[in-house]
């Protein structure tokens, strides 16, 4: 849709009319009378007066230029501009006041010393502008004591009452300009730094393919912070002063060093596990972390960035969080006898097990280490409320609200708000729970440490702080769990941990198109929570399992 420069002039005409209109009316009438006591040259004299009123506010009329007439507007223009007559430049506007202090911020703001304009070619009508017709031209500034800024400029040009006259926005001073915004020749931040891992080993996206989105993170959130110097040259800054955009780069910032939590060997060994024989072309991620302190030390994935921005259902990995929930809240043991069945009738609604295993004898750790669905079931519709489950997961784990350094997407267990049957999907890590690998890694590292220690990927930044820390008894509970599904022949996860001392949970999610596959490990030898997982997966000792594996088996 065009812009009508003449519209504002027009109402703003049409309001002083109205407002003239009345008083006039009252005038007439005095007129009259004066009129008939002999005030006929007063009466005249209003009438007059009325007249020119009535001129100056007629609404403007705009026309389309021709060629001539838009080349002499845009050069009276660019004369007076580049021979510093700023008033008289911008007297050959649309808008005066608007177009001097601008072109004076711009003087200004660039220390310019001298401006001149070459290349004035009027070219076709601007679409997005009644009756404009376009001319271009270039413009260089020399910058007071430090080279020229130089740059193809644009500009339109109207007939407005019968004046051809440059058409008045910030875009004139230079392409993209918007009000409020200014051109700076001044100091310039640092872009860009060295990120290094915890050792000090650089780390470049070219080497570690999955840390290239890390990087950029870091280098955009970090560089300047990190900078030895800073650079000079022109920039765009908004109103508060802020840098918009870089526009120039007179001097370079002198870069510095990013430090990170990552460790470059930890890291090489997630990207090879990604690419493990045993999964092929599976989409994969993976996060590793101290547990002991909640530094990053490696992240990594195949076929799509969800390691810290995934929101995926968990599996059967969340019976880590339900375990936790039922002892803190129901005060379950882990020797508690639950009977494992093979399906389970909430409300309606049947729940199995995945492979339909079953156990009447079992006890808590032996469902936890079979993974057995509807032992979890009953124990949580049975024992927990509404709302359990999240206060656990956010009390307790420390799930949300979290900044790492870079983005992330928190975990999420939704309140059930009496639904039976999403008390039961949610205890075993599906209904409306999503999480993604650095939160599941983080559970992993809380139960390891039994400690909350909120992930960074940035050494010193502030960690947040569970409401709850977990209890001492709770937490060696759950690892004694994790550690007979790691070494026990009915274990799920007995196959991948052999030779690894620790524990595990596998998980095993079901999607609308299928499964994925997940695996959560926690390494005594070197201090990793490692979660893995795998995209359309089936169980996660047969996917996301040897990723992990490699991952805790690798050098550190």
């Known amino acids: 849709m065009q812009q009508d420069p003449g519209d504002a002039a027009r109402a703003r005409h049409r309001h002083a009319s109205q407002r003239r209109g009345g008083a006039w009316r009252i005038g007439s009438m005095v007129c009259a009378g004066l009129a008939g006591i002999g005030g006929l040259g007063a009466c005249l004299s209003m009438w007059g007066a009325r007249a020119r009123a009535e001129e100056q506010t007629k609404p403007d009329v705009v026309t389309t230029p021709t060629a001539a007439q838009a080349t002499s507007a845009v050069q009276s223009f660019l004369t007076s501009w580049s021979g510093s007559s700023l008033a008289a430049a911008a007297r050959a506007t649309d808008d005066a006041a608007a177009a001097q202090q601008a072109l004076q911020g711009y003087a200004t703001g660039l220390k310019a010393s001298r401006v001149t304009f070459t290349n004035v070619v009027v070219g076709a009508p601007d679409p997005a502008v009644a009756h404009a017709l376009r001319t271009?031209?270039?413009?260089?500034?020399?910058?007071?004591?430090?080279?020229?800024?130089?740059?193809?400029?644009?500009?339109?040009?109207?007939?407005?009452?019968?004046?051809?006259?440059?058409?008045?926005?910030?875009?004139?001073?230079?392409?993209?300009?918007?009000?409020?915004?200014?051109?700076?020749?001044?100091?310039?931040?640092?872009?860009?730094?060295?990120?290094?891992?915890?050792?000090?080993?650089?780390?470049?996206?070219?080497?570690?393919?999955?840390?290239?989105?890390?990087?950029?993170?870091?280098?955009?959130?970090?560089?300047?912070?990190?900078?030895?110097?800073?650079?000079?040259?022109?920039?765009?800054?908004?109103?508060?002063?802020?840098?918009?955009?870089?526009?120039?780069?007179?001097?370079?910032?002198?870069?510095?060093?990013?430090?990170?939590?990552?460790?470059?060997?930890?890291?090489?060994?997630?990207?090879?596990?990604?690419?493990?024989?045993?999964?092929?072309?599976?989409?994969?991620?993976?996060?590793?972390?101290?547990?002991?302190?909640?530094?990053?030390?490696?992240?990594?994935?195949?076929?799509?960035?969800?390691?810290?921005?995934?929101?995926?259902?968990?599996?059967?990995?969340?019976?880590?969080?339900?375990?936790?929930?039922?002892?803190?809240?129901?005060?379950?043991?882990?020797?508690?006898?639950?009977?494992?069945?093979?399906?389970?009738?909430?409300?309606?609604?049947?729940?199995?097990?995945?492979?339909?295993?079953?156990?009447?004898?079992?006890?808590?750790?032996?469902?936890?280490?079979?993974?057995?669905?509807?032992?979890?079931?009953?124990?949580?519709?049975?024992?927990?409320?509404?709302?359990?489950?999240?206060?656990?997961?956010?009390?307790?784990?420390?799930?949300?609200?979290w900044k790492i350094g870079v983005p992330t997407t928190d975990g999420n267990v939704p309140n059930e708000n009496g639904s039976e049957n999403l008390i039961a999907a949610q205890a075993i890590g599906q209904g409306q729970v999503t999480m993604n690998t650095l939160t599941m890694a983080s559970v992993v590292a809380t139960i390891a440490d039994g400690a909350f220690h909120q992930p960074i990927i940035v050494p010193g930044l502030a960690q947040r702080t569970a409401k709850q820390p977990i209890s001492a008894t709770t937490s060696a509970y759950i690892r004694e769990m994790m550690v007979a599904t790691a070494t026990q022949s009915y274990g799920t996860a007995e196959p991948r941990m052999v030779g690894i001392p620790g524990g595990a949970k596998t998980g095993t999610a079901e999607t609308a198109t299928g499964t994925n596959g997940w695996f959560a490990a926690y390494d005594t030898a070197n201090h990793l929570a490692v979660d893995a997982l795998a995209v359309g997966g089936k169980e996660g000792v047969f996917s996301a399992g040897y990723v992990a594996r490699d991952v805790m088996l690798a050098p550190h």
């Open 136 to 401: 271009t031209f270039h413009v260089s500034t020399m910058l007071q004591g430090d080279g020229t800024f130089s740059y193809d400029g644009v500009a339109d040009t109207l007939v407005v009452n019968g004046k051809p006259v440059v058409h008045w926005r910030p875009s004139v001073l230079y392409p993209g300009l918007t009000s409020g915004q200014n051109l700076v020749f001044g100091s310039i931040p640092a872009t860009a730094a060295t990120v290094v891992d915890r050792h000090g080993t650089v780390l470049t996206g070219k080497q570690y393919p999955s840390l290239t989105g890390i990087i950029s993170a870091l280098q955009s959130e970090y560089a300047q912070k990190a900078q030895i110097s800073p650079g000079q040259g022109v920039k765009i800054t908004d109103a508060s002063g802020k840098t918009v955009k870089v526009l120039k780069v007179n001097k370079p910032a002198v870069p510095g060093k990013i430090s990170s939590t990552l460790d470059a060997a930890t890291q090489a060994a997630a990207e090879s596990a990604v690419n493990d024989p045993h999964i092929k072309t599976t989409p994969t991620d993976v996060v590793a972390i101290d547990y002991t302190t909640g530094q990053i030390r490696a992240v990594a994935f195949k076929g799509g960035d969800s390691a810290l921005n995934g929101a995926a259902a968990p599996g059967s990995t969340m019976k880590m969080i339900t375990s936790a929930a039922l002892m803190d809240k129901a005060g379950v043991k882990p020797t508690d006898k639950v009977p494992c069945v093979k399906t389970t009738l909430i409300s309606g609604q049947t729940f199995h097990n995945f492979q339909m295993e079953s156990d009447p004898s079992a006890d808590l750790t032996k469902d936890f280490a079979i993974s057995c669905n509807t032992a979890f079931i009953n124990e949580a519709t049975s024992k927990l409320h509404s709302g359990d489950l999240r206060a656990e997961a956010r009390d307790v784990f420390g799930i949300g609200d």
